[in-house]
Nanobody, 120 residues
Framework: EVQLVESGGGLVQAGGSLRLSCTVS??????IGWFRQAPGKERLGVSCIFRNGATMYADSVKGRFTISSDNLKNTVYLQMDSLKFEDTAVYYCAVLGGPTWDRPEDYDYWGQGTQVTVSS
């Protein structure tokens, strides 16, 4: 059974940092994407780390967020620095199954999400 579990969300002041974790089980040799969804808005791609180690970022988070992986722990991290109010959302990780990293439709398995709230 494939399972993804996110953790690390919380409440932080603008300018602060959080590190999200996504632990994957039941799956090997994967690419993992991070998405976020604010209330009433569509789910948007934030970042992706491919099985070869290459990374992608949305323009809105470039230079502030860093994605990395620890293969021994089957965990992917999203380090979020210089957080802004507009980063407030539920963050999800998912296993990429299609060709486009920032399309939710190209992902096969999803975690339950973790809330990130940035106070201004």
């Amino acid at each position: 059974e494939v399972q993804l579990v996110e953790s690390g969300g919380g409440l932080v002041q603008a300018g602060g940092s959080l590190r999200l974790s996504c632990t994957v089980s039941g799956f090997d040799d994967y690419s993992i994407g991070w998405f976020r969804q604010a209330p009433g808005k569509e789910r948007l791609g934030v970042s992706c780390i491919f099985r070869n180690g290459a990374t992608m970022y949305a323009d809105s988070v470039k230079g502030r967020f860093t994605i990395s992986s620890d293969n021994l722990k089957n965990t992917v991290y999203l380090q979020m620095d210089s957080l802004k109010f507009e980063d407030t959302a539920v963050y999800y990780c998912a296993v990429l199954g299609g060709p486009t990293w920032d399309r939710p439709e190209d992902y096969d398995y999803w975690g339950q999400g973790t809330q990130v709230t940035v106070s201004s």
